[in-house]
């Protein structure tokens, strides 16, 4: 054979195999480019305080969005889609280092929310507000509220608060499902339930169903009015971190860690109780954070590791007790390694159609708008971040 057939049966193979890497390379880059979307800015309100913004909370019906910040100071604001305007700023008692809102009533008109303080030996203290405010947004009034109360919505056209109460020794606690009006303080109603006190619990929007998770890791749903358990959802794998309700209450999503070294979500059909979808998440990273839209078409997610490192509250050193307890609320987040990431997840296909740049990783860090249509977190700048949905 000679040399120039061997020279031209050479740079035939060259071609073929340049052709055959162009053909397979190119689509897969294009599934893969469509896998991983590009993160879009959101419209950031200019809510910044000195120290950060700690925790969001937005009315059931939209109107009105609350958030609080490191100088115990919550505010309040008109959340019309790009016309956000701020309208109250609440001051917590001196004292109150920094406070998350919980709930919101409908235009706004009651706030709950929790308050962390230094106590005695270097413990955190928590404590529960509520608020009247006037029409005006002028004035808000300060109103009783039981400080043992695991909240959960405002119902009642936001005049009374859903939430769970332990009571009783450790040995033999005591937990109810109560209605408390917030004017008076007043129990509405009162059901025991013949269970372990919950370690998380979510309700949903319209306060008539809770789910909550045991110290033993065990899920279960139950109706607000009877007290009966509706759903017994057993054991599943990993620890519970984050529980969401979507606001129609037909879905469930539930973040595990510590599964294989991955976090993951399972979608539940709250009518069956059966896991419907099962998202993972990448490797020594949790769901700490999630948020259901309507009918539980799409999850917002907040991932994050599980190692943390809090150094300094305000240039003072931490102790263990005082890490846990803010590890526990969510009050401040330094990662370790990586940041806090968002996305937002098709649940039908299990797909990431967004990713969102934000920097919270308490228990409220990211929410969904009632109607589906926006997304709302804390972004790294320490404004409010809102991503408006198109899909």
Same mark, same amino acid.
């Given at each position: 054979?000679?040399?120039?057939?061997?020279?031209?049966?050479?740079?035939?193979?060259?071609?073929?195999?340049?052709?055959?890497?162009?053909?397979?390379?190119?689509?897969?880059?294009?599934?893969?480019?469509?896998?991983?979307?590009?993160?879009?800015?959101? @419209?950031?309100?200019?809510? $910044? &305080?000195?120290?950060?913004?700690?925790?969001?909370?937005?009315? &059931?019906?939209?109107?009105?969005?609350?958030?609080?910040?490191?100088?115990?100071?919550?505010?309040?604001?008109?959340?019309?889609?790009?016309?956000?305007?701020?309208?109250?700023?609440?001051?917590?008692?001196?004292? *109150?280092?920094?406070?998350?809102?919980?709930?919101?009533?409908?235009?706004?008109?009651?706030?709950?929310?929790?308050?962390?303080?230094?106590?005695?030996?270097? @413990?955190?203290?928590?404590?529960?507000?509520?608020?009247?405010?006037?029409?005006?947004?002028?004035?808000?009034?300060?109103?009783?509220? $039981?400080?043992?109360?695991?909240?959960?919505?405002?119902?009642?056209?936001?005049?009374?608060?859903?939430?769970?109460?332990?009571?009783?020794? +450790?040995?033999?606690?005591?937990?109810?499902?109560?209605?408390?009006?917030?004017?008076?303080?007043?129990?509405? *109603?009162?059901?025991?339930?013949?269970?372990?006190?919950?370690?998380?619990?979510?309700? &949903?929007?319209?306060?008539?169903?809770?789910?909550?998770?045991?110290?033993?890791?065990?899920?279960?749903?139950?109706?607000?009015?009877?007290?009966?358990?509706?759903?017994?959802?057993?054991?599943?794998?990993?620890?519970?971190? &984050?529980?969401?309700?979507?606001?129609?209450?037909?879905?469930?999503?539930?973040? +595990?860690?510590?599964?294989?070294?991955?976090?993951?979500?399972?979608?539940?059909?709250?009518?069956?109780?059966?896991?419907?979808? *099962?998202?993972?998440?990448?490797?020594? $990273?949790?769901?700490?954070?999630?948020?259901?839209?309507?009918?539980?078409?799409?999850?917002?997610?907040?991932?994050?590791?599980?190692?943390?490192?809090?150094?300094?509250?305000?240039?003072?050193?931490?102790?263990?007790?005082?890490?846990?307890?803010?590890?526990?609320?969510?009050?401040?987040?330094?990662?370790?390694?990586?940041?806090?990431?968002?996305?937002?997840?098709?649940?039908?296909?299990?797909?990431?159609?967004? +990713?969102?740049?934000?920097?919270?990783?308490?228990?409220?860090?990211?929410?969904?708008?009632?109607?589906?249509?926006?997304?709302?977190?804390?972004?790294?700048?320490?404004?409010?971040?809102?991503?408006?949905?198109?899909?």
């Amino acid at each position: 054979m000679s040399s120039l057939f061997r020279a031209q049966l050479a740079k035939k193979r060259l071609r073929w195999f340049i052709l055959g890497l162009f053909l397979v390379t190119v689509p897969a880059l294009a599934i893969w480019l469509g896998r991983m979307p590009a993160g879009r800015p959101p @419209r950031v309100v200019p809510a $910044r &305080s000195v120290d950060g913004t700690c925790g969001l909370a937005l009315a &059931s019906d939209g109107s009105f969005l609350a958030f609080g910040d490191y100088h115990g100071r919550l505010r309040l604001w008109k959340a019309v889609p790009g016309r956000e305007r701020e309208r109250l700023v609440v001051r917590c008692p001196t004292g *109150t280092m920094s406070v998350q809102p919980i709930a919101v009533g409908p235009e706004g008109r009651s706030v709950l929310a929790r308050g962390f303080k230094s106590g005695e030996e270097g @413990r955190i203290e928590t404590e529960l507000f509520a608020w009247s405010v006037r029409g005006d947004m002028s004035t808000a009034t300060r109103l009783p509220i $039981r400080q043992d109360l695991l909240p959960g919505p405002l119902v009642d056209d936001g005049q009374s608060v859903v939430g769970l109460i332990t009571e009783g020794a +450790r040995s033999a606690p005591t937990v109810r499902l109560v209605t408390i009006d917030l004017r008076s303080g007043r129990e509405l *109603t009162s059901i025991a339930l013949n269970e372990a006190p919950f370690h998380l619990a979510a309700f &949903s929007a319209d306060g008539k169903l809770c789910v909550g998770n045991r110290g033993d890791g065990l899920i279960g749903v139950w109706d607000v009015a009877s007290g009966r358990k509706i759903l017994d959802l057993g054991h599943g794998p990993g620890t519970v971190d &984050s529980i969401a309700i979507d606001p129609t209450g037909t879905t469930l999503a539930v973040g +595990r860690s510590a599964v294989k070294g991955r976090g993951l979500i399972q979608v539940h059909d709250l009518e069956t109780g059966q896991v419907v979808q *099962t998202i993972v998440g990448g490797r020594s $990273r949790c769901a700490v954070s999630l948020s259901l839209g309507p009918e539980g078409r799409h999850l917002a997610v907040v991932w994050h590791s599980p190692q943390y490192r809090w150094p300094t509250v305000r240039g003072e050193r931490l102790d263990e007790r005082l890490r846990h307890e803010l590890e526990r609320w969510g009050v401040l987040s330094t990662p370790e390694d990586q940041p806090p990431s968002g996305e937002i997840i098709d649940t039908l296909t299990a797909q990431v159609i967004d +990713r969102l740049d934000l920097s919270l990783t308490g228990p409220e860090a990211i929410l969904f708008s009632p109607d589906g249509s926006r997304v709302m977190s804390v972004v790294p700048d320490g404004g409010v971040g809102i991503w408006d949905l198109t899909y």
